[in-house]
């Protein structure tokens, strides 16, 4: 199985930077996504780890550590409009019998960004 | 591009009423498609996933059935509805050939079992 950790909530100051962590234990590892979701909305596709290493897209960085089962996202001069949960999101070695390796995802964590 | 839409957006049904969620996707052809329940303060739920027309493997055991009648399209259903089949309904797709990679959420429908 398949277990995800991440803090429920954090609060940041506008412009500021905050590092969102993603611990994860799973049997078999194949990549680590980061999701965006403003409340009442769907997710939104934002990074896909699968070596180790940082990742920068603009102002979004996401980091990955397999040996440590490890992963964080980084959100620099943070904007009102951040303030949304980041789902952290597995993908396993393993396939289910339909030939899927089943995404599993994180509850979230709820970022509020603060004047 | 692509685009997905889901309907209707908000739902409130009766318990042991039934239930169709529709979704359907453009721009795109044969995509890899999903349905997700996302309760309140729990993560995304899969509940179904197809790679083609007809081909649908369900996650969880319950009183939901999904179908695909056509390739761009993805039908959530139940019979008969329970108090805890609410929660935010979610369909997504994927590239074809690349099952379980990045996926692309549709606005989601809110369903509220009462």
């Known amino acids: 199985g398949q277990n995800i950790d991440q803090p429920t909530e954090m609060t940041a100051t506008e412009g500021a930077i905050v590092q969102i962590n993603c611990t994860y234990q799973?049997?078999?590892?194949?990549?680590l996504f980061w999701y965006q979701q403003h409340a009442g909305e769907a997710p939104t596709f934002l990074s896909y780890?699968?070596?180790?290493g940082l990742e920068e897209k603009g102002r979004f960085s996401s980091f990955l550590s397999r040996s440590k089962g490890y992963s964080y996202l980084l959100l620099k001069e943070l904007q009102m409009k951040d303030s949304a949960s980041y789902l952290c999101a597995v993908r396993p070695l393993v396939r289910l019998s339909g030939g899927y390796q089943k995404v599993t995802f994180g509850i979230g964590t709820k970022l509020q960004v603060i004047p | 591009s692509q685009t997905i839409h889901q309907w209707p957006a908000t739902l409130v049904q009766p318990v042991g009423s039934p239930l169709s969620l529709e979704c359907t996707v453009e721009?795109?052809?044969?995509?890899?498609l999903y349905w997700y329940r996302q309760a309140a303060g729990r993560g995304l739920q899969l509940l179904f996933y197809s790679v083609g027309i007809g081909q649908i493997s369900s996650e969880v055991p319950q009183n939901l059935s999904a179908s695909r009648p056509q390739d761009r399209q993805f039908i959530l259903s139940s019979k008969k509805l329970l108090l805890s089949d609410s929660g935010f309904y979610l369909c997504?797709?994927?590239?074809?050939?690349?099952?379980?990679?990045?996926?692309?959420f549709g606005p989601g429908t809110r369903l509220t079992v009462t």
């Open positions: 780890n699968v070596l180790d």
């Open positions: 799973t049997s078999g590892f194949n990549g």
């Open positions: 721009g795109t052809s044969n995509p890899n």
């Open positions: 997504a797709w994927s590239v074809p050939g690349q099952l379980g990679y990045e996926q692309y």
